[in-house]
Antibody
Framework: EVQLLESGGGLVQPGGSLRLSCAASGFTFSSYAMNWVRQAPGKGLEWVSAISGSGDSTYCADSVKGRLTISRDNSKKMMYLQMNSLRAEDTAVYYC??????????????WGQGTLVTVSS | QSALTQPPSASGSPGQSVTISCTGTSSDVGGYNYVSWYQQHPGKAPKLMVYEVSKRPSGVPDRFSGSKSGNTASLTVSGLQAEDEADYYCSSFAGSNNVVFGGGTKLTVL
């Protein structure tokens, strides 16, 4: 069974940094692209970033470009999201989501349960 | 303001069919066959129901079907069941490695 477990969320002050992690199990991790998708409280979904199975290619929404950086360690079956210069509008549940192939396509299945990031002073 | 436009709500009685629309532009929905639909129950993670306009992942009932015409995509749920009550989100590739979502539709089973 595919399992994705996010961690690293919490309360951070504006301008601060945080690193989210996603631990994967139940599939050949390096064979699949991975994604981060977020959902502000009571709001809709927003795609954040993606990384190919090999890690050679990364993709990022314009709203977070230059502040949020995706990476992965295939030997540890882990994906990360380094979040810098955080703003109040970054407050959201951050979901880790698996792609359906090694190359990146814009669909995600399954998703983890999410980790809440709150940016507030 | 979401990039894709969905009706805020939809409803139907058990056994009936309901269709949820998702309207974009020629730069997203109309320009690519890369539309997907997600179901989200309260407090739960989203679940992929349809991808590449009309394909269903393994395990998704064939009561769920997707289609597209021009700049509008649609998700039809046939034979409505109580467990179908949830929020539904559409998404589309929007070029330049960008993905946009709709604002979501709350489906109520009467």
């Amino acid at each position: 069974e595919v399992q994705l477990l996010e961690s690293g969320g919490g309360l951070v002050q504006p301008g601060g940094s945080l690193r989210l992690s996603c631990a994967a199990s139940g599939f050949t991790f390096s064979s699949y692209a991975m994604n981060w998708v977020r959902q502000a409280p009571g709001k809709g979904l927003e795609w954040v970033s993606a990384i190919s199975g090999s890690g050679d290619s990364t993709y990022c929404a314009d709203s977070v470009k230059g502040r949020l950086t995706i990476s992965r360690d295939n030997s540890k079956k882990m994906m990360y999201l380094q979040m810098n210069s955080l703003r109040a509008e970054d407050t959201a549940v951050y979901y880790c989501a698996k792609g359906l192939s090694s190359g990146w396509f814009p669909w995600f299945d399954p998703w983890g349960q999410g980790t809440l990031v709150t940016v507030s002073s | 303001q979401s990039a894709l436009t969905q009706p805020p709500s939809a409803s139907g009685s058990p056994g009936q069919s309901v269709t949820i629309s998702c309207t974009g532009t020629s730069s997203d929905v109309g320009g690519y066959n890369y539309v997907s639909w997600y179901q989200q129950h309260p407090g739960k993670a989203p679940k992929l129901m349809v991808y590449e306009v009309s394909k269903r992942p393994s395990g998704v009932p064939d009561r769920f079907s997707g289609s597209k015409s021009g700049n509008t995509a649609s998700l039809t749920v046939s034979g409505l069941q109580a467990e179908d009550e949830a929020d539904y989100y559409c998404s589309s590739f929007a070029g330049s490695n960008n993905v946009v979502f709709g604002g979501g539709t709350k489906l109520t089973v009467l």
